[in-house]
């Protein structure tokens, strides 16, 4: 049987128009979605963190509220240090094991031999 050419139901102005059209709305909602982040992100903060009140301190008092924040600073990175590294050790951990063929999700059962 000789092949047929199939045409397409569909002209290429009117498909690029539509792939235009889907990359367009599809922009729109990402750039809402970056929106929706900052907003939740700006919430979260201000929820947690109590502002700052600097007003009528001393200097003294200020460099030791100085000293705390530097210390607060310091025990957050000294966290994320030691968190990036765990991240960094089980994808190192995830790839050896993905290199020599196994799940590295699956754990090892022992098994009865066959019959």
Do not use: F
Not at 7 to 16: D, E, G, Q
Not at 64 to 71: E, G, I, K, P, S
Not at 105 to 113: D, Q, Y
Request: charged letters at 35%; a positive charge.
């Amino acid at each position: 049987m000789p092949e047929v050419e199939r045409k397409s139901k569909i002209t290429a102005s009117r498909k690029l128009m539509l792939k235009s059209l889907m990359l367009a709305k599809a922009k729109e909602c990402w750039d809402q979605e970056l929106e929706e982040r900052e907003a939740e992100k700006s919430r979260y903060l201000a929820e947690r963190i109590p502002t700052l009140q600097t007003r009528g301190l001393s200097l003294s008092a200020l460099q030791d509220l100085c000293r705390d924040l530097h210390a607060k600073v310091e025990v957050v990175d000294e966290e994320r240090y030691d968190i990036e590294a765990k991240c960094l050790h089980n994808t190192r951990e995830v790839s050896r094991a993905a290199q020599r063929g196994r799940n590295p999700g699956a754990h090892s059962t022992a098994r009865s031999p066959p019959r």
